[in-house]
């Protein structure tokens, strides 16, 4: 069962999780936007990047900063994923690992879970909101799903959350051969984790060759079984990245000004 290979992984992140609290300040480096103070901080927004070759790009930070500048009071972090950098000099500790769905290991995602959480500390009073593009959105999704409550709501945009199928689209695509098992864990399989009051926007695009649909809405429906509110949306003529996307930052300031909600309240928009 597919379950199975993946128990393991969450006895060793559980673990992780029943230990001292997180550092403070965050282990995993970032640029942060909008206001600092915690008593003028309404909304906070994490943003997690894809898989790429060590040093994100310009628009990554950029699109963090657009998120703080349209949302009143949102302090929006670009965070570093572990062993990634950019290009103001900031480093997160760690291994970074490659771009075929071999980065959402436990160490990598207790280091991200960690990190928001540490945040989340900073500012107790704020609804706390994480955001993540392609593999940044996998291992958003898995940290939802992990840490339940940690979070009171995901955007996720182009996310391979279906792990497993994802690979073997990408190895085709790519025309490469993948031998063993990555070590990742799959979103899919920690839906069953996510908190019943925990928001969650889907965004792909029409276009998008990387991340199809369809690896985002089995996701969406699987949440909807759950009964986890959620919203899932097929932008047309959109393509993969989706970070800077006004429907993106639209998303976040829905999580960010809705009320609490009873967990049975789902839209599905193509």
Known sequence: MRFAKFFPMLLALAACT???????????AGQAFGPDAPRDVQTLVLVLHGDGDGVVPASFVDATHAISNAIPGARAVALLRPGYG???????????????GDSYTVERIGAVADTVAAWRARYPRARTVLVGQSGGAAMAATIAGLRPGLVDGVVLAGCPCMLPEWRRYIA?????????SPGSFDPL???GG????TRVALLVG???????????RA???????????????VLPGRGH???GDRDLIDAVRRIAAAPAVSPTRTAMTR
């Open 172 to 180: 085709k695509r790519r025309g490469i051969a993948f031998t063993g």
């Open 206 to 216: 029409s276009d998008d060759t990387e991340t199809p649909q369809r690896f985002s």
């Open 194 to 197: 996510i908190a019943p009051g």
């Open 219 to 233: 996701y969406a429906e699987a949440l909807a079984l759950r009964g986890i509110a959620t919203d899932y949306r």
């Open 86 to 100: 950019d290009a103001a000099g900031n480093r997160s500790p760690g291994l970074r690992g490659g771009t075929v």
């Open 18 to 28: 029943t230990t001292a609290p997180p550092p403070v300040p965050p282990q995993l």
């Open 241 to 243: 990245d989706l970070l």
């Open 189 to 191: 399989m920690t839906v």
